[in-house]
């Protein structure tokens, strides 16, 4: 006879995980109890010897999907001739260490039974086990059990109890169980408050009303969305307009794989990750056959499939894709009450359909755009968080980094676990910054950290610097400051693991950002070493004439390019952007750009190709981040493989060549966009070999251009070079806040 304790670590609470071992165990007829802890999972198990192996070989075949393991011990101890095995309550002690679960996508078990007719919760728009359904959104206070969730306000029927009781049960300990006798309901409501049906009568009367045009806020199980038929013309400019959202991509959900594939183009793998439990936004090729509207310019489309029961039911009546946009107010945070939605979303929308489920967490689709070879992390949110990049080093003190001001995350550390929150958006007004302190709170009090660091940017207008530095003056700890651009390289060493004991070269080609100078950096070449980092390379600066305005405006920067190249001869080139500007207006900027009058030097790659989309006449305006250069991205020919030619003078790269060759060039429109971009691969090639640092990390807003990333990274594999690029953590600003961490691990970690 043997006894053994078995401890595993990791994401293991609410996936089934203790049912699963007391299966293995029960069919070794061993002897026991299996526990969830603040640790994880716990067992004591006893048997004959072989028995006992036979269980630890079968083990990995045991483990369900969804889990994520960290470590995993098998200790032997005194037997206690224990006369049966079961599943016991949790150890609820000390300090929770156990990660909480992303939420996760409707199961394909939990799917055939919500179609059939039979089944008890047939068409229950709140299904769910223990292998799907709420998670991380419900989840009040660890350990993982159904008093610690959302759901505690409902309690269980006999039936629902019994089926939470028995072991063999696939919702044995579903901690979101419900059915309709017992669990959450829906109703349906008018814009004025009015309540219109509920049941499954609420979603038919939804579905009808969204063929008829109307604009539906819908309470899903993390957040609201905005629903509207995708393919009515008229529908998405009132969505438009009452959203205030003038040209910024909509995403699509459709009712199934079918029906999707009519309108873009996705491939096995895009499949995959759609019916995923993390069940992203893909932003894939379009195949066209939608109005305009939905995402003016783009030869992209974000799609996605229902991946909660509510939007199963709510797609399937209805024979059109249907807009999701986030459910919030222009600049605001994601709403996620049904009060605040009845106060604000009732502005826009004509319908609401909620339900009486809180939700603890409200969490955004998260988003990954298709790269030639895999995908580029845009917005990580639900589905994905708070599952923890795991770093070799742990940190003896509890860290909180802030991020940058815009697309912002901020990030804790937890033992050896870096946990990146959930997208929040940016920072420019009240509400968002106070939801963004409320988050901060929440995560701190959930993991049980208190921060004895704080790590922010270095630009002094940024929320969460200022933020940051009150923070540290009243808990009187240390404030850490990191450059923007060396935190975007440090967040991909975080999720490749990597301490920069051997030099790394880092490609940071971002918007801007503050560098150590003051002036706004955006183009540059760091290498790291060790703790510190130099810039080494970087993009020839040219000013930003009026400053932030340049970068909504981005006919400022093309024009000071042309005045850079041309002086005062730049008046007399005939160019279509120009053509918009009156003349009085070109002189006035000529004299701000001659005196640099509120106009900020920047080296900034993503501002040079604002520029060369407003010269290209493709784009004069960035009505959303990222506009101009999504509009270029959408020319781009793979077949091109020409260059325009530049000068590296000294550490400087000279875009001057460049442009005057782009103006000259006779080309197609989609010629000279891909020679441009083709041109900036060059040049980080170019760079690399100069430096010879075998290890090359990419990251920075420019490096969602996916054209770009895959032709990068391609020309500097085939030189031989070994390639750095983001898989989990976005290369945009929702990653500073994980770069910021690990800086903090890297200085102070063992
Ligand atoms: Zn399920
Ligand atoms: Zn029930
Ligand atoms: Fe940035």
Redesign the pocket.
């Known amino acids: 006879m043997r006894a053994i304790r078995l401890q595993i670590r990791g994401l293991v609470q609410g996936v089934g995980f203790r049912p699963s071992l007391y299966r293995l165990a029960k069919s070794l007829d061993l002897k026991g109890h299996i526990a969830n802890t603040s640790e994880g999972v716990v067992a004591t198990l006893e048997g004959p010897e072989e028995r006992i192996e036979e269980f630890l070989r079968n083990l990995p075949s045991f483990i369900p999907n969804q889990a994520k393991i960290h470590a995993l011990e098998v200790e032997d101890i005194p037997l206690q001739n224990l006369r049966d095995l079961k599943i016991i309550k949790s150890e609820g002690n000390e300090k929770p260490r156990v990660d909480p679960l992303p939420d996760l996508a409707t199961c394909r078990d939990c799917e055939r039974e919500l179609f059939d007719p039979t089944n008890r919760r047939f068409l229950y728009p709140f299904i769910a086990c223990t292998s799907c359904g709420p998670r991380f959104s419900m989840i009040l206070r660890l350990p993982y059990e159904r008093e610690n969730t959302a759901m505690s306000i409902f309690s269980?029927?006999p039936?629902?109890e019994r089926e939470y009781h028995q072991q063999e049960d696939r919702r044995f300990h579903a901690e979101p169980i419900?059915?309709p006798?017992?669990?959450p309901g829906l109703e349906l409501f008018d814009n004025f408050g009015n309540k219109i049906s509920e049941g499954q009568e609420a979603i038919l009367t939804t579905a009808k009303l969204l063929k008829e045009g109307a604009i539906v806020a819908l309470k899903g199980l993390t957040g609201f969305h905005l629903l509207v038929r995708a393919d009515m013309r008229d529908a998405l400019i009132r969505l438009r307009e009452k959203k205030r959202r003038s040209r910024k991509p909509f995403a699509v959900m459709f009712r199934d794989e079918i029906q999707l594939m009519g309108f873009a183009e996705v491939d096995e793998e895009d499949l995959r990750i759609l019916t995923s439990a993390e069940a992203p936004i893909l932003i894939v090729k379009s195949k066209g056959g939608l109005p305009q509207e939905l995402a003016e310019g783009l030869n992209y489309i974000g799609v996605f499939l229902p991946y909660t029961p509510i939007h199963r039911l709510l797609l399937r009546e209805v024979d059109f894709p249907v807009v999701a946009t986030s459910g919030n107010l222009a600049g605001e945070p994601l709403i996620s009450e049904n009060s605040e939605a009845l106060q604000k979303l009732s502005k826009i929308a004509d319908y609401l359909l909620l339900h009486n489920r809180p939700i603890v967490r409200a969490l955004d689709d998260s988003v990954l755009k298709r790269r030639k070879n895999g995908y580029i992390p845009v917005r990580r949110a639900r589905g994905y968080v708070p599952s923890p990049i795991l770093v070799k080093r742990a940190c003896g003190k509890g860290v909180l980094a802030v991020g940058a001001q815009e697309r912002n995350t901020f990030a804790i550390v937890v033992n050896d676990r870096l946990v990146l929150s959930q997208h929040l958006g940016d920072l420019d007004n009240f509400e968002s910054q106070k939801n963004f302190e409320r988050a901060i709170e929440d995560y701190l009090k959930l993991y049980g950290v208190s921060p004895e660091l704080v790590v922010s940017d270095l630009h002094p207008d940024y929320f969460t610097t200022k933020w940051a530095k009150t923070f540290a003056e009243l808990n009187s700890i240390p404030h850490i400051q990191v450059q923007h651009h060396y935190a975007h390289i440090l967040s991909t060493l975080a999720e490749h693991e990597i301490f920069p004991e051997e030099k790394v070269l880092g490609i940071a080609w971002d918007g801007t950002g503050f560098g150590t100078d003051g002036t706004l950096w955006g183009g540059e070449f760091l290498l790291l070493h060790g703790k510190t980092f130099e810039r080494i390379y970087s993009f020839k600066r040219f000013r930003l004439l009026g400053g932030e305005k340049a970068i909504k405006d981005t006919r400022r920067v093309a024009l000071s390019i042309l005045f850079e190249i041309y002086n005062d001869k730049a008046f007399g080139l005939v160019l279509p952007f120009s053509m918009k500007f009156r003349e009085e207006e070109i002189v006035l900027l000529f004299q701000m750009w001659q005196k640099g009058l509120n106009s900020p030097f920047s080296s900034s790659v993503g501002r040079l190709i604002d520029s060369v989309s407003a010269l290209l006449g493709v784009s004069y305006e960035n009505s959303y981040s990222g506009e101009s250069a999504m509009k270029l991205e959408a020319l781009l020919d793979e077949g091109e493989l020409g260059v325009y030619p530049y000068e590296i003078e000294g550490f400087t790269i000279n875009w001057a060549p460049i442009i005057t060759s782009l103006l000259e060039d006779r080309s197609d429109l989609r010629v000279k966009a891909t020679k441009f971009l083709n041109t900036l691969s060059e040049i980080a090639v170019e760079v690399a070999m100069r430096v010879g640092v075998a290890k090359v990390a990419l990251s920075g807003g420019v490096m969602m251009n996916s054209f770009l990333v895959d032709r990068i990274e391609e020309r500097l594999r085939k030189a031989g070079f070994e390639v750095l690029t983001h898989r989990k953590i976005p290369p945009n600003d929702g990653g500073i806040s994980a770069g910021q961490a690990y800086f903090a691990l890297l200085s102070e970690g063992k």
Do not use: D, M, N, W
């Open positions: 269980l029927c039936e629902c419900a059915c006798k017992c669990g």
